[in-house]
């Protein structure tokens, strides 16, 4: 997983991963069991995929980094509720932030 991270960072590719021969699907094929048939191809995937998400969500450097980019990339747009149209009038401690689209998180 590190060498993924690390790859990320960088701006170039440093680490490169050996492909195995065979399609993902193929290769799922190996972990699933014919006799029950309780998990297909798809399912191994797609667990495969929530784990290596799951470890890649617990590296600091990569959770350092993503953070950051939210921070300089993110937008927030808000639209009150029918409640809030209500509630909140122009001398609402709330009334400034009643309405954003697109506003940066930096400002």
Do not use: W
Not at 52 to 62: M, N, S, W
């Amino acid at each position: 997983m590190e060498h993924v991270v690390l790859n990320f960072l960088a701006d170039n590719r440093s680490h490169f991963v050996d492909d195995p021969e065979l399609n993902p699907e193929a290769y799922a094929e190996q972990f699933t069991d014919a006799e029950t048939g309780h998990q297909e191809a798809q399912q191994v995937l797609a667990r495969a995929r929530m784990i290596i998400a799951t470890e890649l969500g617990k590296d600091p450097l990569l959770r350092q980094e993503m953070r950051a980019a939210f921070k300089t990339n993110a937008h927030i747009s808000v639209l009150p509720t029918d409640r809030g149209v209500n509630k909140i009038d122009e001398h609402h401690q709330y009334f400034v932030r009643f309405f954003f689209f697109a506003k940066t998180c930096s400002t």
